[in-house]
């Protein structure tokens, strides 16, 4: 595979490549070009390559590779969600207290704490700090 009117080769890090030499590597590469790219996605799921692989992805005409690398950037970002998800009830069970008492002291409802610890949406960062400090007083109490 080569880049065509690009300043960069196939052999540089796939975040240097751009949406046109992930789009190049979509239609015209082979499999060690899409794990390339796959293995870029699992690094960072929201970084450069990422962003320009979904973009490229709207592009592309080989629908086979579409799929693969389609599946392959929306399991990298389901992994992040699941860390945090991880995070987030990790942090409940050490508050000690119910749902509804981490509602309140976060500002949500019940379920919205039920849906950050199911992982189906992510809490801000603001929330998850909240819960932080509240777990390391309670924590400090202790002592």
């Not at 975040?15 to 790219?37: K, P, Y």
């Not at 005409?61 to 392959?72: C, N």
């Not at 992994?79 to 949500?108: I, K, P, Y």
């Not at 950050?116 to 390391?136: Q, T, W």
Request: glycine residues 6%; negative net charge.
């Amino acid at each position: 595979m080569k880049f065509r009117n690009l300043t960069v080769s196939p052999e540089d890090p796939v975040d240097q490549w751009g949406v046109e030499g992930i789009l190049t590597a979509i239609d015209r590469g082979g499999l060690e070009h899409w794990q390339r790219i796959a293995s870029a996605v699992r690094k960072e799921p929201y970084g450069e390559a990422a962003a320009d692989l979904e973009e490229a992805l709207e592009l592309a005409e080989d629908s086979g590779v579409v799929a693969l690398l389609s599946r392959s950037l929306q399991d990298a970002r389901a992994s992040e969600r699941e860390r945090f998800s991880q995070r987030f009830r990790a942090l409940v069970d050490d508050f000690n207290g119910t749902h509804e008492d981490v509602a309140r002291l976060v500002g949500t409802s019940r379920s919205r704490v039920s849906s950050y610890c199911s992982g189906s949406v992510v809490p801000s960062a603001a929330v998850l700090a909240a819960l932080e400090d509240a777990v390391a007083r309670r924590r400090a109490d202790l002592l």
